[in-house]
T-cell receptor, first 112, second 114 residues
């Protein structure tokens, strides 16, 4: 079965600094990859997704992620963190049968 | 559109009690699913449905039942609640059954079993 590993359960950055959240996946077939964000006491919202088109995917709120097959990675970045980016971020991998597996999540803290 | 709605928002059960978590979507989505979210474990799939009358088990189905009699509704039943079922439950739906479609999530139900 496919799986996702998110490196770092907690990441802290200063406002204006680069955000880098790491995600590595395991899949025996070409994967579909997603990043979701969860704000406190809310459900998950899609940030961006990769479905075998362009390897650099742009999402909402200035986030982007790059699919690197050779590294089996799909890291999420944002050039300049904003206080409103503080949330929990989940990487997920899915296949053609919609068997979606989530990583454990990374909590992002943004310091003023 | 209300999107995906879930009721109740909070629930406390005693061990052995049963209950149904409600989920509805108004987007005419084929695919619906239930996840549980536990600290440090992300979301794990409990059951899913690819259309009315069709359901299947996910990663952690034990202790839960589902049915899907209409496109809109996908209730999750806890047959005999156990403390291990204390969790936050999310219902989700997507337009298509193929994995490239994004899932839309409800606001969640926080369940405590004592």
């Amino acid at each position: 079965a496919q799986s996702v590993t998110q490196l770092g359960s907690h990441v802290s950055v200063s406002e204006g600094a680069l955000v880098l959240l790491r995600c590595n996946y395991s899949s025996s077939v070409p994967p579909y990859l997603f990043w979701y964000v969860q704000y406190p006491n809310q459900g998950l919202q899609l940030l961006l997704k990769y479905t075998s088109a362009a390897t650099l995917v742009k999402g909402i709120n200035g986030f982007e992620a790059e699919f690197k097959k050779s590294e089996t990675s799909f890291h999420l970045t944002k050039p300049s963190a904003h206080m409103s980016d503080a949330a929990e971020y989940f990487c997920a991998v899915s296949d053609v049968n919609n068997d979606m597996r989530f990583g454990a999540g990374t909590r992002l803290t943004v310091k003023p | 559109n209300a999107g995906v709605t879930q009721t109740p928002k909070f629930q406390v059960l005693k061990t052995g009690q049963s209950m149904t978590l409600q989920c509805a979507q108004d987007m005419n989505h084929e695919y619906m699913s239930w996840y549980r979210q536990d600290p440090g474990m992300g979301l794990r799939l409990i059951h899913y449905s690819v259309g009315a009358g069709i359901t299947d088990q996910g990663e952690v189905p034990n202790g839960y039942n589902v049915s899907r009699s209409t496109t809109e509704d996908f209730p999750l039943r806890l047959l005999s609640a156990a403390p291990s079922q204390t969790s936050v439950y999310f219902c989700a739906s997507s337009y298509g059954v193929q994995g490239s479609y994004e899932q839309y999530f409800g606001p969640g139900t926080r369940l405590t079993v004592t």
